[in-house]
């Protein structure tokens, strides 16, 4: 089984704005602290160096109260970059913002830009055969299809998932351990989605710790979700925990806060 799914040499953050205040969120919870967010970012970006990865960490971007959760602005794959159109109005910019970074680190960008096309990262998981990406509130059938037709040429097959009704983004609720195994809440296993693959559940009222990222060989994922974690740990995941509890606030959680990538030489 090849492992380019979750071996990584790259990854770009974002510092959070001040501006974060004022991000999206489903439901309010309070106000997020931008003191502790930047503590919880910068164990964050030392955990992925940790791994021997080289990290671009991106100055903050006031007019972009979201741009901390960088991922949702593009899908990194070996061959090239794809720029999302994100389907939140207020993110669409964040995009445009994040494309030169990503030029200047990959050999090809390309973008979705039809006009009826929305598609964020959060709704994309990469696994070692295809490209899964949930149908939400973000994305919709025609940024599907176009990112369909945009990496085809690269050897890269899109199916089209459905994000459960109330969640922010297909990967809210799910996360890719390895080259065959998917950390997946059971609401979102329920939908058949993974078939084929192994599939941990999180504990249940654990359904939060379903966003972790595995790069290279550490699994992170957020704080707080003791009985998720262990599995894992027993599961044979090396597990780190990061503190979460201010991105939660706005919907957002580990994979938000990266691009990860390993671009072809
Ligand atoms: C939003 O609603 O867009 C942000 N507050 C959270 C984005 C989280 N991103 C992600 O799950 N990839």
Redesign the pocket.
């Known amino acids: 089984m090849s492992d380019r799914s979750f071996r990584f040499t790259h990854a770009i953050t974002r510092r959070p704005a001040a501006s974060i205040v004022n ?4 439901v309010d919870t309070g106000t997020p602290s931008l003191d502790l967010m930047r503590r919880h970012h910068a164990d964050y970006v030392a955990a992925l160096r940790a791994t021997g990865a080289v990290v671009v960490e991106l100055d903050p971007l006031e007019a972009f ?2 741009s901390v ?1 960088v ?2 602005t593009a899908l990194c794959l070996p061959e090239g970059a794809i720029v999302m159109r ?1 389907g ?1 109005p ?2 669409l910019g964040e995009a445009a913002e994040m494309a030169p970074h990503l030029a200047a680190l990959y050999g090809e960008v390309r973008r979705i830009d039809g006009a009826d096309s929305f598609i ?4 994309i998981l990469t696994t070692e055969t295809e490209v899964l990406v949930g149908r939400s509130a ?1 994305t919709n059938a025609a940024g599907i299809a176009e990112l369909t037709r945009k990496v085809a040429d690269w050897g890269h097959k899109v199916r089209e998932v459905i994000t459960p009704p109330g969640v ?2 297909f ?2 609720d799910c996360s890719l351990l390895d080259g065959e195994t998917i950390l997946a809440t059971a609401r979102l296993d329920a939908s058949g989605c993974f078939a084929g693959y192994r599939v941990i559940h999180t504990a249940e009222g654990e359904e939060a710790a379903a ?1 972790a990222i595995r790069f290279n060989d550490v699994v992170l994922v957020p704080a707080g979700f003791p009985r998720t974690r262990d599995a894992l740990v027993k599961a044979g995941y090396a597990v780190q925990e990061i503190g979460n509890s201010e ?1 939660a606030k ?4 580990m ?3 990266s691009l990860r990538f390993r671009p072809r030489a």
């Open positions: 991000g999206l969120r489903a109260p979201d959760f991922e949702d994100p939140a207020s993110r964020e990262g959060g709704d973000r922010l983004h990967k809210t966003n991105c706005l919907d957002g959680g994979s938000c806060l």
